[in-house]
């Protein structure tokens, strides 16, 4: 069946732009997971949604981060006022009732330029 | 906040060689995962290790969990070109639905 896909592969935008990134869970996964990943670095953990609500978003930097799940399936990341430290691949994960294993999606690489 | 640790970072091999890489955490280890990465791609899950002393294989990947040391350990057998990649290992923080990443091992197998 189909993974969990994200979208756009890559966005290239200026400073101080506004974002927003897509993510297609596997159909009937109700965990959705949002993490940014800096080169060199392992994946860090943004925001985690069980269903619609954000069950923890204790991973946002600031303020200027949001995401949401309005029909708890598909999640927009978005990021206001870019910043060139924004700059990462965004990776997106779901599971699935009651089990522990997060499949990734390909991610998005962002620049702020 | 729990850390985990990967050696070696980067690691070069020849193809057919054997190799290890370890994941030490900073805090007790509640299940311990371990993804590959390829550049520009995903994650991909390889194993998922929940109980001290267990080991798990898939193919010739054997990964084993030791709750004591609050280590695990990714064992590669006769490795090839198509194991190359960044190893990460992954746990849950105590308590709660995020995983915290190592930094990964960086695998490159020479043909």
């Known amino acids: 069946g189909a993974g969990v896909s994200q979208t756009p592969s890559n966005k290239v935008t200026e400073k101080g732009k506004y974002v927003e990134l897509r993510c297609d869970p596997i159909s009937g996964h109700t965990a959705l997971y949002w993490y940014r990943q800096s080169l060199g670095q392992g994946p860090e953990f943004l925001i985690y949604f069980q269903g619609t609500g954000a069950a923890d978003d204790s991973g946002l930097p600031n303020d200027r981060f949001f995401a949401v799940r309005p029909e708890g399936s598909v999640s927009t990341l978005k990021i206001q006022r870019t910043e060139r430290g924004d700059s990462a691949v965004y990776l997106c994960a779901s599971s699935p009732a009651g089990q522990y294993e997060q499949y990734f999606g390909p991610g998005t690489r962002l620049t702020v330029t | 906040s729990q850390e985990l640790e990967q050696s070696p970072q980067s690691l070069i091999v020849q193809e057919g060689k054997n190799l290890t890489i370890n994941c030490t955490s900073s805090k007790t280890l509640y299940g311990l995962y371990w993804y590959k990465q390829k550049y520009g791609e995903g994650l991909i899950f390889l194993m998922m290790?929940?109980?001290?002393?267990e080991e798990k294989s898939h193919e010739k990947i054997t990964a084993k969990l030791d709750e004591k040391k609050q280590q695990s350990s990714l064992h590669i057998t006769a490795s090839q070109p198509s194991h190359a990649g960044i190893y990460l290992c992954?746990?849950?923080?105590?308590?709660?639905?995020?995983?915290?990443f190592g930094k990964g091992t960086k695998l490159t197998v020479n043909p």
């Open positions: 992954g746990a849950f923080q105590g308590g709660s639905e995020k995983l915290v």
């Open positions: 290790l929940q109980k001290g002393g």
